[in-house]
């Protein structure tokens, strides 16, 4: 029961879910499923889904802990500019979500079962770590994302960990190809971060949460938006030494979204923010997907 003593109803666990945060778990396996196919020429389906399936998984029960432990340690309060939080909103109590982050994390747990039969130990450090830095981002005694390092672990779980640890899946090995095509979902999706703790900044401090933009200023946040999308373009540029094809340079024309999209997040603050979060998150997957696309012609 919510606060209010009624069951919590389907768009309230919608809301805790946040779909608009998925594209950042899909993104990556696209490209790691590109990076297997490109290699090898094919690619089994089944561990293929299961990659994608554990990858939104783990986003969800991140959410879930997101929503719970930030609750907790007081940094959600009424005043929030952030779409809802069920939690301190009563649409969901404690226990309810914390319950439903438990089963999401066994559900994926379940497919890393079934990745592990497969692919052998490898697959148990990988989830492992994932749930332990879904957890540890705003859980337990020292909250990595409250001292600054939000961006950077984004940047590992949602580049390098998820792209190689797809391409690993579906082909057994794990390539430095594979590591530089990981560069891009990684940097893109610690900008949708950037985006949400740029509309937080002030709260952010208030509530002793010291993200980098917090203790940073706007500024700092704006150019490491810009910059993370300027690595993302000289990260295609490199593949491009390793594996010539003009078909790598496709992610390139995407240059004009993301100018507009950096356009519009200048100028804009607070609430104005919360839409250009969701398009960054669209950006990532725009960019991955024509990358991901981009490495099919290149099949040996």
């Known amino acids: 029961m919510d606060k209010s ?56 029960g ?32 404690e226990r309810q979500i914390l319950i439903g982050m438990v089963i999401t994390f066994l559900l994926a747990t379940i497919v890393g079962i079934y990745l592990l039969m497969r692919c052998g ?5 990988i989830g492992l770590a994932s749930i332990a830095a879904a957890i540890l981002y705003t859980g337990g005694p ?5 001292k600054g390092l939000g961006e950077i672990f984004v940047f590992l779980f949602f580049g390098p960990v998820a792209v190689v640890g797809t391409e690993f899946v579906l082909t057994g090995k794990a390539t430095f190809f594979g590591g530089l095509a990981s560069v891009p979902s990684g940097l893109l999706c610690a900008n949708v971060l950037v985006v949400n703790n740029l509309r937080d900044r002030e709260q952010d401090l208030r509530s002793n949460k010291r993200t980098l933009i917090a203790l940073y200023g706007r500024r700092f946040g704006l150019n490491l938006y810009l910059i993370n999308c300027i690595l993302s373009l000289f990260a295609i540029i490199a593949l491009l030494s390793v594996k010539p094809s003009i078909w790598i340079a496709l992610p390139i024309a995407s240059t004009p979204l993301f100018i507009r ?25 725009i960019f991955c997907a024509i990358q991901a696309a981009s490495l099919i012609p290149t099949v040996r």
């Open 5 to 60: 003593g009624t069951r919590p109803s389907l768009h309230s666990w919608l809301l805790a879910i946040r779909p608009k945060t998925l594209p950042a778990s899909v993104a990556p396996v696209l490209v790691g499923l590109a990076v297997a196919y490109s290699g090898a020429g094919n690619v089994a389906w089944i561990p293929a889904l299961a990659c994608l399936a554990g990858a939104m998984l783990l986003q969800i």
């Open 62 to 93: 991140s959410n879930l802990a997101n929503d719970y432990f930030d609750f907790k340690k007081g940094a959600d309060t009424p005043d929030r500019l952030g779409p809802t939080r069920v939690t301190q909103a009563g649409l969901i109590s």
């Open 121 to 125: 130990m490898p697959i148990v450090y």
């Open 142 to 146: 020292l909250p990595y994302g409250y």
């Open 261 to 285: 999209l950096y356009q519009q997040i200048s100028r804009s603050d607070g609430r104005a923010l919360n839409p250009l979060l969701g398009e960054t998150a669209r950006f990532q997957l």
